[in-house]
Nanobody, 130 residues
Framework: QVQLVESGGGLVQAGGSLRLSCAAS????????MGWFRQAPGKEREFVAG????????YYADSVKGRFTISRDNAKNTVYLQMNSLKPEDTAVYYC???????????????????????WGQGTRVTVSS
């Protein structure tokens, strides 16, 4: 079993930066695909960024590409989301998620699919003021 705990959310002005952290328990963290999703009021939970087990492959939603950076430190069992140039439309609860890559799904498909993830954190709220 994997437990995920997000931190780093808060209130920031437009144009500012935040760094989210996701601390994972479990002995097999390094073998998991990790992702960040977000959910704003009245909207579906949407993919933000993902990273494969080694960190060699990263994936981003078009809406955050060039502004957000996902990274992982397997020695610390931690995944990060560096968020720069924040916009009011980035306001949401951000969730960390983890999945072992399953047969039948390619990495590029699985990383962005919400239902492919097996473990979820409780979320951390990010509010960007205009």
């Amino acid at each position: 079993q994997v437990q995920l705990v997000e931190s780093g959310g808060g209130l920031v002005q437009a144009g500012g930066s935040l760094r989210l952290s996701c601390a994972a328990s479990g002995r097999t963290f390094s073998s998991y695909v990790m992702g960040w999703f977000r959910q704003a009021p009245g909207k579906e939970r949407e993919f933000v960024a993902g990273i494969n087990w080694s960190g060699a492959n990263t994936y981003y939603a078009d809406s955050v590409k060039g502004r957000f950076t996902i990274s992982r430190d397997n020695a610390k069992n931690t995944v990060y989301l560096q968020m720069n140039s924040l916009k009011p439309e980035d306001t949401a609860v951000y969730y960390c998620a983890a999945q072992p890559l399953k047969s039948g799904l390619s990495l590029s498909t699985a990383v962005g699919r919400r239902t492919a993830y097996d473990y979820w954190g409780q979320g951390t709220r990010v509010t960007v003021s205009s």
